[in-house]
T-cell receptor, first 118, second 117 residues
Framework: DADVTQTPRNRITKTGKRIMLECSQT?????MYWYRQDPGLGLRLIYY???????NKGEISDGYSVSRQAQAKFSLSLESAIPNQTALYFC?????????????????FGPGTRLLVL | AQSVTQLDSHVSVSEGTPVLLRCNYS??????LFWYVQHPNKGLQLLLK??????LVKGINGFEAEFKKSETSFHLTKPSAHMSDAAEYFC???????????????FGTGTQLKVEL
């Protein structure tokens, strides 16, 4: 079974609709992230959470919100979807490793959710 | 601020020939560097990472990368390409920058590798 799962894998919605993307992990990691991928732009960070009570904005958080329901679950919501939110969305996790040096955490990615907003 | 430049958006090689995917970075600190691979309809898989222990890093599936500080490069290589290597590859720099002490990952724009018979 995959360590990081995302549901749904594909979603088509209409402008103005509210939509939630869900991420679950069995890796036991404290840190979780949401990214979006657009062609030719790489991945960009939307939100991240270092524990259940911690939520932080990334570089492109406008139009999105998140909820960290448990250590293993991190959801991304689009309150009112718009066409330029059409993208591939990835959830990722990492472990706060006290033995590794700065910047060395590895992030592990889910399979992605492909979202189309009409 | 950190940045990553992948010098080729597309690379095409013949099966059995060497692979070279180029990456240059900039960072205010001594960063960690990663290469991830994304196969069609799959998530990103870690190929290898550099964390200052050794400049030549070996990864999975025969890939390796060499960290060259003087050239600010972290090119990915493989001696002999296989059809299964066809995918998109991302160079990533990890640096300080997230509230709470976490790592900020900056992704390159990706290199699409095509492997032909």
């Amino acid at each position: 079974d995959a360590d990081v799962t995302q549901t749904p894998r594909n979603r088509i919605t209409k402008t103005g609709k509210r939509i939630m993307l869900e991420c679950s992990q069995t890796k036991g990691h404290d840190r979780m992230y949401w990214y979006r991928q657009d062609p030719g732009l790489g991945l960009r960070l939307i939100y991240y959470s270092f524990d259940v009570k911690d939520i932080n904005k990334g570089e492109i958080s406008d139009g999105y919100s998140v909820s960290r329901q448990a250590q293993a679950k991190f959801s991304l919501s689009l309150e009112s979807a718009i066409p330029n939110q059409t993208a591939l969305y990835f959830c990722a996790t990492s472990d706060r490793d006290g033995t590794s040096g700065l910047f060395q955490e590895t992030q592990y990615f889910g399979p992605g959710t492909r979202l189309l907003v009409l | 601020a950190q940045s990553v430049t992948q010098l080729d958006s597309h690379v095409s090689v013949s099966e059995g020939t060497p692979v070279l995917l180029r990456c240059n970075y900039s960072s205010s600190y001594s960063p960690s560097l990663f290469w991830y691979v994304q196969h069609p309809n799959k998530g990103l898989q870690l190929l290898l990472k550099y964390t200052s222990a050794a400049t030549l890093v070996k990864g999975i599936n025969g890939f390796e990368a060499e960290f060259k500080k003087s050239e600010t490069s972290f090119h990915l290589t493989k001696p002999s390409a296989h059809m299964s290597d066809a995918a998109e590859y991302f160079c990533v720099v990890s640096d300080r920058g997230l509230t709470g002490g976490g790592n900020k990952l900056t992704f390159g724009t990706g290199t699409q590798l095509k492997v032909e018979l």
